[in-house]
C-alpha cells in the first residue's frame, strides 16, 4: 500500500511559478511509477505528468511540455511538479498518484490540491 499526500498548491498570477510535492509513505513506494493528474471545474480528470520508478524516463501532457518538469527524490520518499509560466487554463486540483503503468499510474491516489492562476 502507497500514501500519498500532496501541498504546495495556491494562488499564482499567470506567467508565475508553482512547485507542488507529493509525499508517499508505504514501503513499495520506490516500486512505483508515480505521476500527476488534474480535474478543471465540470471537466473529467487528466493526466498531467509520470515518472517511472528509476526516475529515468518522464512522460508529459502535451499541453504542459516545456513548462512543468516532474522528478521524484526516493530518499526523502517524495515527487515534485515544478510548474513554469503558469496559465489560466493550468487552473486545476492537482492529485499526485502512484501505479504499475509507467505512462498511465493511477492505481493510488492522494486527496489534492487546488491551484488557481489568475489572469
Known amino acids: 500500500q502507497v500514501q500519498l499526500v500532496e501541498s504546495g498548491g495556491g494562488l499564482v498570477q499567470a506567467g508565475g511559478s508553482l512547485r507542488l510535492s507529493c509525499a508517499a509513505s508505504?514501503?513499495?513506494?520506490?516500486?512505483?511509477?508515480m505521476g500527476w493528474f488534474r480535474q478543471a471545474p465540470g471537466k473529467e480528470r487528466e493526466f498531467v505528468a509520470a515518472?517511472?520508478?528509476?526516475?529515468?524516463?518522464?512522460y508529459y501532457a502535451n499541453s504542459v511540455k516545456g513548462r512543468f518538469t516532474i522528478s521524484r527524490d526516493k530518499a526523502k520518499n517524495t515527487m515534485y511538479l515544478q510548474m513554469n509560466s503558469l496559465k489560466p487554463e493550468d487552473t486545476a486540483v492537482y492529485y499526485c498518484a502512484a501505479g504499475n503503468s509507467p505512462t498511465r499510474p493511477d492505481d493510488y491516489w492522494g486527496q489534492g490540491t487546488q491551484v488557481t492562476v489568475s489572469s
Open positions: 508505504g514501503r513499495t513506494f520506490s516500486n512505483y511509477a
Open positions: 515518472i517511472t520508478w528509476s526516475g529515468r524516463s518522464t
